[in-house]
């Protein structure tokens, strides 16, 4: 049978129509399973980590939250921001926190205020929520800092010590708009993390070496977080390590933004061959030369001779990576041309 033009096309209409009312049902299903799956809780064991109370260890604590750790630089209040620019201890009550594609959250009190910050928690929750992501309610937390699964346990104890040791203040209490993209990443693709390997030392006596180095930049400073080109929706990495290329919004400059760059020893490309040792000491001490830029300049100016001359060493033993990601300030739609050529 032949069959007629005009009843080929209503049939395959029909077909058409069909088919997309299955993807509008099998769409829905989808939705409505992300909006509840994503709540799902992991049964992850609370590590035996507990704090101390010896002052050296609590001193520690101290140099990696407020320096090379950069905690305050998200879970220190706003009016605090120009006083950690400059390098000064902050208060940890609590911060603005981030927005992305997966929706926002607060920075929350790290103080021991049982109302607002980490007062109700056990030592083993504060430290399996760093360890493993795992939360207070047992659901993966965001943002999901996957690189402090590997700190050294005597780090561990130290933060954990020195945040015990903070008077209870009233600050920003947890709480967290996650949009349906991160309901399905949570739903589909996050999992609790945990240590990729064992620490490079159980027992930290710092030193300058480039192998001290890489655990600063790695684990502690997590610099490859954002000298990383990655992609903006699911944080995953599309490029080299420390090659660079992460946009950041410069608040202060409407329609520019910030790019990291390349930390590779590249001779072409990247920023390592201009500084000596010395210089890149006095840089990092110097801080922040734009008052809105996203490295956290403050905390990072805190930091040892010992440790900044270990992390130039370790970005020195990196492979070249041949990667040129213009200005470090550049306009949005440069950025993008230049992103997608």
Request: positive net charge; charged residues 20%.
């Amino acid at each position: 049978m032949i069959l007629r033009p005009k009843l080929w096309l209503k049939r395959i209409g029909l077909a058409l129509a069909a088919l997309a009312g299955i993807l509008l049902l099998v769409g829905a299903a989808f939705t409505l399973y992300s909006l509840k799956a994503y709540q799902k809780t992991w049964d992850v064991p609370l590590p035996a980590t507990r704090a101390v109370h010896d002052s050296a260890v609590i001193a520690r604590g101290e140099y990696l939250v407020h320096g090379p750790a950069h905690c305050a630089d998200c879970h220190a209040p706003d009016g605090a921001k120009q006083k950690m620019f400059r390098g000064e201890i902050v208060p940890l009550t609590g911060g603005t926190g981030e927005i992305t594609f997966l929706g926002d959250w607060t920075a929350p009190n790290l103080t021991p205020d049982s109302a607002t910050g980490l007062g109700a928690l056990s030592d083993g929750e504060i430290a399996r929520v760093i360890r493993t992501g795992v939360n207070r309610e047992g659901r993966i937390a965001l943002p999901f800092k996957d690189t402090y699964a590997d700190m050294a346990e005597e780090d561990l104890v130290a933060i954990l010590s020195y945040l015990r040791s903070l008077k209870p203040e009233p600050g920003v209490a947890p709480r967290k708009r996650i949009n349906l993209l991160g309901k399905v990443t949570l739903a589909y693709f996050l999992t609790p993390y945990g240590p990729k390997h064992p620490p490079i030392r159980q027992q930290f006596r710092p030193d300058t070496t480039a192998a001290y180095g890489g655990y600063i930049a790695n684990v502690i400073g997590r610099c490859e977080s954002c000298h990383t080109p990655r992609n903006l929706k699911t944080g995953e990495f599309l490029g080299a390590p420390f090659s660079g290329g992460m946009p950041f919004k410069a608040h202060a400059r409407p329609g520019m933004v910030y790019v990291t760059p390349n930390l590779t020893p590249d001779s072409t490309t990247g920023v390592m061959t201009l500084w000596s040792e010395e210089a890149f000491v006095q840089v990092m001490k110097r801080g922040a030369v734009f008052a809105d830029s996203p490295m956290p300049w403050g905390s990072y100016r805190r930091m040892t001779e010992t440790d900044l001359r270990a992390l130039y060493r370790y970005l020195h033993s990196l492979a070249p990576v041949r990667r040129d990601n213009g200005p470090m300030v550049q306009t949005a739609k440069a950025f993008a041309g230049r992103a997608n050529p």
